[in-house]
Nanobody
Framework: QVQLVESGGGLVQAGGSLRLSCAAS????????MGWFRQAPGKEREFVAG????????YYTDSVKGRFTISRDNAKNTVYLQMNGVNPEDTAVYYC???????????????????WGQGTQVTVSS
């Protein structure tokens, strides 16, 4: 059974930092793209960041560029999201997702991902 388990969420003050982790089990995703999405109350789920299987290619939505960094450790089957300089608009439930395809072209589309975690809450206070 494939599972993605997020951790690292919590309450943080504006300007602070958090590091989210997503540990995969049940299969390896070292050849597959993985991503982070978020959903704020009353809003649709949106793409935040994505990373190719090799880790060489990373992608970000404009609002987090320069503040968030996605990375992965394929030996641990884990992907990370380092969040710096957070602001209240970053408050959301953050979800980890993984593809099973070898291509990673439509990384910003939720339909490109086959597995999802349960989510971890990030709350930024002003």
């Amino acid at each position: 059974q494939v599972q993605l388990v997020e951790s690292g969420g919590g309450l943080v003050q504006a300007g602070g930092s958090l590091r989210l982790s997503c540990a995969a089990s049940g299969r390896t995703f070292r050849s597959n793209g993985m991503g982070w999405f978020r959903q704020a109350p009353g809003k649709e789920r949106e793409f935040v960041a994505g990373i190719s299987g090799s880790g060489l290619n990373t992608y970000y939505t404009d609002s987090v560029k320069g503040r968030f960094t996605i990375s992965r450790d394929n030996a641990k089957n884990t992907v990370y999201l380092q969040m710096n300089g957070v602001n209240p608009e970053d408050t959301a439930v953050y979800y980890c997702a993984a593809t099973t395809t070898l291509t990673y072209r439509y990384y910003s589309q939720s339909g490109s991902y086959n597995y999802w975690g349960q989510g971890t809450q990030v709350t930024v206070s002003s």
